[in-house]
Nanobody, 125 residues
């Protein structure tokens, strides 16, 4: 089992920035690809970003490419999502995800083995 806890969500004006953090525990963190998904009201959950287990490669949804940056610190068991130039359409609950199958499960299958409880991000216009 892997436990994931997100933090860092909140209310921000359009054009602003937020950094989400995800603390992982339970299994060897460096064995897992990490990622972020989001779900807006009335919409399905969607993939946002993922990073390989060693942090060497990152993948992004087209909607956030160039604005969001995913990173990880394997020494601290932490996963981050830096969100810049936020737009009202970025408003959603953001979920941290972990999967030992690698990034493919998240970015192609839109799925993950483990999920956090979510943190709300609200962007006002």
């Amino acid at each position: 089992q892997v436990q994931l806890v997100e933090s860092g969500g909140g209310l921000v004006q359009a054009g602003g920035s937020l950094r989400l953090s995800c603390t992982a525990s339970g299994r060897t963190f460096s064995n897992y690809a990490m990622g972020w998904f989001r779900q807006a009201p009335g919409k399905e959950r969607e993939f946002v970003a993922t990073v390989t287990a060693n942090g060497g490669r990152q993948y992004y949804a087209d909607s956030v490419k160039g604005r969001f940056t995913i990173s990880r610190d394997n020494a601290k068991n932490m996963n981050y999502l830096q969100m810049n130039s936020l737009k009202p359409e970025d408003t959603a609950v953001y979920y941290c995800a972990a999967d030992s199958r690698g990034t493919q499960a998240m970015r192609i299958q839109q799925d993950s083995a483990y999920w956090g409880q979510g943190t709300q991000v609200t962007v006002s216009s």
